[in-house]
């Protein structure tokens, strides 16, 4: 049976394992120009956990704004100063959830950027079909 010491006693390095983070927030109510059926928490938590498995990431916290206008965001906000020191990964459902306009989205960028924390969209297909269909100004 392996165990953790045999790679390196054999001049291989053991692969590394990343830290992660998965921010969640509860669906908010329809909007008729988005689809229905935004996932659950639960079902946000099984997609993001899938994505960091595929990213050998361990995941240390989950952070979830309960509600889908949560005033102030606070668990977004404990999550910022988690980055700072000790996630490689932010995985999220989508990057619809992370920031609800300009201003918190510059701010969240800045901030995971100086961290050097990679933010990771669990549906990049659909990130990218909606920025298809609505191209800046």
């Given amino acids: 049976m392996l165990n953790k010491g045999e790679g390196e006693e054999h001049g291989r390095e053991m692969p590394q394992v990343y830290r992660a983070g998965i921010y969640m927030r509860e669906p908010g109510p329809t909007d008729p120009d988005k689809p229905l059926g935004e996932p659950t928490i639960d079902q946000q938590r099984m997609l993001c956990r899938c994505v960091a498995a595929l990213l050998r ?13 949560v005033r102030n965001r606070p668990i977004l906000r404990e ?6 020191t000790r996630l490689d990964y932010l995985i999220v459902f989508s990057l619809d959830r992370l920031a609800s306009g300009v201003d918190e989205a510059f701010e969240m960028a ?8 990679v933010v990771v969209p669990v549906c990049m297909d659909e990130e990218l079909r909606r920025q298809a269909q609505d191209p800046p100004a």
């Avoid at 999550?79 to 700072?84: F, H, Q, T, V």
């Avoid at 800045?110 to 924390?117: H, I, K, Q």
């Fill in 57 to 69: 990431a361990e995941v240390i916290r989950e952070f979830i704004d309960a509600g889908p206008f």
């Fill in 79 to 84: 999550m910022l100063g988690l980055a700072d």
């Fill in 110 to 117: 800045w901030r995971l950027g100086v961290a050097r924390t």
